[in-house]
């Protein structure tokens, strides 16, 4: 192992700062409540982060910028009648607002709810990801799929969160 590893890993978890912003759209709630257990988590197991929560419609494309990582989130809609679509508000930031907008190697993750009584079930995850590949964004954890109603499902949040902050260690991070 090198020593800038060694160094790395010497770094308490405290001073471990990174600034992650948290954009999505939520209708009836369900990624309102992933994105709040997930703060939970993560205000345990890096009590350094500063995290800043927004609303799709309230964010305009140069905010997508701010912070460290950019964490995007959505359920999947049927938006103009066809299924497996954004929901409308994050389909009007990422495909409208935002289309011309350069991730520049912005280390990414990506959170997208379902239902599996849909074919496309959860496609708004696939949605989030392409859209941060086609903006030359990094995604640094594979994305996490919530499937139906997430309540029961915090432990499944919880270890991706664990996961989210182990890829943003300084030793992985460049
Ligand atoms: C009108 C409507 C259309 C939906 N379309 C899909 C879909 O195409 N694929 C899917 O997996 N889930 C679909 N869902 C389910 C939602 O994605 C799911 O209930 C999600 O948890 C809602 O999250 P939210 O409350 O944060 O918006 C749809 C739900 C509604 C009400």
Redesign the pocket.
């Known amino acids: 192992m090198s020593s800038t590893a060694n160094a790395a890993e010497a770094v308490p978890q405290f001073i471990q700062r990174r600034a992650l912003h948290i954009v999505?759209?939520?209708?009836?709630?369900?990624?309102?409540?992933?994105v709040d257990a997930l703060i939970g988590v993560l205000k345990s197991v890096a009590p350094g982060w500063e995290i800043e929560e927004t609303v799709a419609e309230k964010t305009q494309p140069q905010d997508l910028l701010s912070g460290d990582i950019l964490l995007l989130a959505?359920?999947?809609?049927?938006t103009g009648g066809i299924?497996?679509?954004l929901?409308p508000h994050m389909s009007v930031l990422l495909h409208d607002k935002a289309k011309t907008l350069d991730l520049a190697g912005k280390p990414c993750a990506c959170i997208g709810?379902?239902?599996?009584?849909?074919?496309?079930?959860?496609?708004?995850a696939d949605h989030l990801q392409h859209y941060v590949g086609a903006h030359h964004g990094r995604l640094i954890v594979p994305t996490l799929k919530?499937?139906?109603?997430?309540y029961g499902q915090e432990e499944a949040v919880g270890a991706w969160g664990k996961q989210l902050v182990d890829a943003s260690k300084p030793a992985d991070w460049s």
């Open positions: 999505f759209a939520s209708t009836s709630g369900h990624t309102a409540y992933v959505s359920a999947t809609w049927n299924e497996g679509q929901n709810l379902g239902d599996h009584r849909y074919f496309y079930t959860a496609r708004a919530i499937i139906d109603e997430p």
